[in-house]
């Protein structure tokens, strides 16, 4: 009989068991007698699907995750329904109030956004998101009277005349740029 052990739960016809599993300090395992953490998921292997949050498309933020530090919540993580007030059908990270979010790659932060709307790139946070209508690319150097680089990447020099300089940025911009020249002394 499914679930006579006391701790889990089999499927319907027996296969598998222990389809539900509560280990000694109530931790659940769903594919998984084993459970690593309070609520752990394992797919079985040819499943062809990962787990699934799924709303019926009426309860505003039903398909996703709440997180919460101590009884303070944090933020969220889903896809709201269509008649959600915020972001309806997207995607959403949502930080609560006074919380940013970040995202990490390789083990360290790569982007943050704050409540404000302030977007910052770096580990630390470091560098400013430029802004504008149209995508922005900033190439920055210093080139010194013969033609080399002193600073600065993404762009080769080579002199015309003494103190004319063909200056190639690499990648091309797709359009003519903007360029701001300011002569050192």
């Given amino acids: 009989m499914p679930g006579v052990d006391g701790h889990s739960l089999d499927a319907a016809d027996g296969e598998p068991e222990d389809s ?3 280990d000694n300090t109530g ?6 007698t084993a459970p690593a953490s309070q609520f752990h998921v394992v797919s079985r292997p040819n499943e062809g699907a990962p787990p699934r949050l799924q709303s019926t498309g009426s309860g505003r933020f039903n398909a996703g995750w709440d997180f919460y530090l101590g009884g303070t919540g944090k ?12 972001a309806p059908g997207e995607i959403v990270l949502f930080g609560g109030p006074g919380t940013k979010a970040s995202l990490w790659a390789g083990g360290v932060r790569a982007l943050t956004a704050d409540t404000a709307g302030n977007v910052r790139i770096g580990a630390n946070a470091e560098l400013h998101a430029t802004s504008g209508e149209e995508n922005l690319r900033i190439v920055r150097g210093v080139v010194n009277a013969e033609g080399g680089i002193m600073e600065g990447a993404g762009f080769t020099v080579s002199v015309i005349n003494n103190g004319d300089f063909n200056i190639r940025f690499n990648p091309p911009f797709a359009s003519a740029p903007a360029v701001t020249v300011t002569p050192h002394m």
């Fill in 20 to 22: 539900v599993y509560v």
């Fill in 27 to 32: 931790k659940v395992g769903v594919g998984t």
């Fill in 75 to 86: 933020g969220y993580v889903g896809v709201p329904d269509l008649n959600a007030p915020i």
